[in-house]
């Protein structure tokens, strides 16, 4: 599986990018080969004040349905909508195109507590 190095990861596969103030969240390479083929995304509203570890999104796929974490808390400030019309983006491309939403956070301490990618890597070898 595909696990980069300039992310961090939560436990329930999500992944998360920070740039300034802001961080980017998807799924996992990991967790959309689990799931098998997406074929609905629901998104959270903007302006959504969310917690740490709170459901915030649900995907669907034709195996199943889980449900997307905020891996901290923040301020959903931009969803990736394209994902309504095409969310199979999410297999072909979840670091890239299949990002899913977007929070602000409090600054970089807000990542301490989520994983390095080499972490991840080790959770996932633990099952």
Do not use: C
Request: net charge negative; proline share 5%.
């Amino acid at each position: 599986m595909n696990t980069p190095k300039d992310l961090r990861y939560s436990p329930t596969h999500e992944w998360s990018k920070l740039e300034g103030d802001t961080l980017t969240v998807g799924i996992t390479d990991f967790a959309q080969d689990q799931l098998g083929d997406v074929v609905f995304v629901e998104l959270p509203e903007v302006g959504r004040e969310v917690a740490a570890g709170e459901a915030v999104a649900v995907v669907e796929s034709v195996k199943t349905a889980s449900d997307i974490y905020a891996p901290v808390a923040g301020t959903v400030t931009e969803v990736n909508s394209e994902l309504e019309t095409s969310p199979e983006t999410i297999n072909s491309e979840p670091y890239g195109g299949g990002w899913m939403f977007r929070l602000r956070v409090a600054g970089e301490d807000a990542l301490s507590g989520l994983l390095s990618a080499e972490d991840y890597e080790a959770l996932q070898e633990q099952g």
